[in-house]
């Protein structure tokens, strides 16, 4: 998915500089989204919760849309054009409906419920996203990680991975990314990554054994679920510093709650985010961006799209600078 915004802002990270890092349950800071179109006449709009101005990143993870139950009759649906990634990779995961993937890697697939789509972007990489016209309800996910600065050039790549359902106290877990409850994703990632759905019935609760050096942020689909005692209710996204060794979560809702848990090491280099593309510094910005209007060889063709690919917004006036991490 592209950053549609059409006056993108400037995002930007330096290493942690937390405290000690506490034992027990962890402090949990909840992030409130932010409604974004994907634009057209009838936009589908996306709720958005990274980045934001008080905190940046999750780990490696750098941006999270959620979206739907989207009605597509009424909205259109996606239809996301061809457009450009650099530095990062994008991670797509459906609860409802199906999303035509097409890359210039040659890749043709599909996003369904339940199954891992992961493309890198490193030097660079161009895609579109289109619903399928069999799409009635499309609901979901598209979240992105910041390559480390060692493999910020990489080849592009494209991943797919269907986890096998995990039960765990009543709960359902597919861990899509990384490990959670004796589950193990094969796809690869350049830094270590948890990324899990996790179904909770009624009025359940659930720990879980984490790893200790990592962060972690709760997405809440469907439900009102506290994150180690902190109520979060649906598109809130709940913050765990690292340090606990264990995550409480609750149900309190009278339905099955759904949520997408993310987690990583702290990322301990700084970034700069704007539109589709990550880098280092403003001049790795000011570069992808006149790559991508000359329609340089470095992001490639994206075949089987019917219209034109999406232009990049204008760079703002000043100079892309380092923003800080937020609290």
């Given at each position: 998915?592209?950053?549609?915004?059409?006056?993108?802002?400037?995002?930007?990270?330096?290493?942690?500089?937390?405290?000690?890092?506490?034992?027990?349950?962890?402090?949990?800071?909840?992030?409130?989204?932010?409604?974004?179109?994907?634009?057209?006449?009838?936009?589908?709009?996306?709720?958005?919760?990274?980045?934001?101005?008080?905190?940046?990143?999750?780990?490696?993870?750098?941006?999270?849309?959620?979206?739907?139950?989207?009605?597509?009759?009424?909205?259109?649906?996606?239809?996301?054009?061809?457009?450009?990634?650099?530095?990062?990779?994008?991670?797509?995961?459906?609860?409802?409906?199906?999303?035509?993937?097409?890359?210039?890697?040659?890749?043709?697939?599909?996003?369904?419920?339940?199954?891992?789509?992961?493309?890198?972007?490193?030097?660079?990489?161009?895609?579109?996203?289109?619903?399928?016209p069999d799409t009635t309800v499309l609901h979901g996910v598209q979240?992105?990680?910041?390559?480390?600065?060692?493999?910020?050039?990489?080849?592009?790549?494209?991943?797919?991975?269907?986890?096998?359902?995990?039960?765990?106290?009543?709960?359902?877990?597919?861990?899509?990314?990384?490990?959670?409850?004796?589950?193990?994703?094969?796809?690869?990632?350049?830094?270590?990554?948890?990324?899990?759905?996790?179904?909770?019935?009624?009025?359940?609760?659930?720990?879980?054994?984490?790893?200790?050096?990592?962060?972690?942020?709760?997405?809440?689909?469907?439900?009102?679920?506290?994150?180690?005692?902190?109520?979060?209710?649906?598109?809130?996204?709940?913050?765990?510093?690292?340090?606990?060794?264990?995550?409480?979560?609750?149900?309190?809702?009278?339905?099955?709650?759904?949520?997408?848990?993310?987690?990583?090491?702290?990322?301990?280099?700084?970034?700069?985010?704007?539109?589709?593309?990550?880098?280092?510094?403003?001049?790795?910005?000011?570069?992808?961006?006149?790559?991508?209007?000359?329609?340089?060889?470095?992001?490639?063709?994206?075949?089987?799209?019917?219209?034109?690919?999406?232009?990049?917004?204008?760079?703002?006036?000043?100079?892309?600078?380092?923003?800080?991490?937020?609290?």
């Open positions: 998915m592209s950053d549609t915004e059409t006056e993108p802002h400037a995002t930007s990270h330096g290493a942690p500089t937390d405290g000690a890092r506490p034992s027990v349950a962890p402090r949990v800071e909840v992030l409130a989204p932010r409604d974004v179109p994907l634009g057209g006449p009838r936009a589908m709009t996306v709720r958005r919760t990274l980045p934001q101005r008080s905190r940046t990143l999750i780990g490696a993870w750098c941006f999270a849309d959620h979206y739907g139950p989207d009605d597509v009759a009424r909205t259109g649906g996606m239809d996301v054009a061809p457009h450009p990634h650099t530095g990062l990779q994008t991670v797509s995961w459906l609860f409802s409906g199906e999303i035509e993937h097409r890359d210039s890697l040659g890749s043709h697939a599909f996003v369904r419920p339940g199954e891992l789509n992961l493309m890198t972007g490193g030097h660079g990489i161009a895609h579109s996203e289109v619903s399928t979240l992105w990680v910041a390559l480390p600065e060692a493999h910020r050039g990489t080849a592009r790549d494209f991943q797919h991975h269907v986890p096998e359902p995990v039960a765990l106290g009543g709960a359902e877990i597919r861990v899509f990314l990384g490990s959670l409850a004796g589950a193990v994703s094969p796809v690869r990632t350049f830094t270590p990554l948890l990324g899990a759905e996790i179904l909770m019935p009624p009025r359940s609760s659930l720990t879980l054994d984490v790893d200790p050096g990592f962060e972690h942020g709760l997405l809440v689909d469907r439900g009102d679920v506290r994150l180690a005692g902190t109520l979060l209710r649906p598109a809130e996204l709940g913050y765990a510093r690292p340090g606990a060794e264990t995550l409480s979560l609750a149900n309190e809702s009278d339905g099955t709650a759904r949520t997408v848990l993310l987690g990583g090491p702290p990322f301990e280099e700084e970034i700069v985010m704007w539109w589709n593309f990550i880098g280092r510094a403003h001049d790795d910005i000011a570069r992808a961006r006149a790559d991508w209007a000359a329609g340089a060889a470095r992001f490639g063709e994206v075949l089987g799209y019917d219209g034109d690919r999406l232009p990049a917004p204008e760079l703002p006036h000043v100079p892309l600078k380092p923003r800080g991490r937020g609290r």
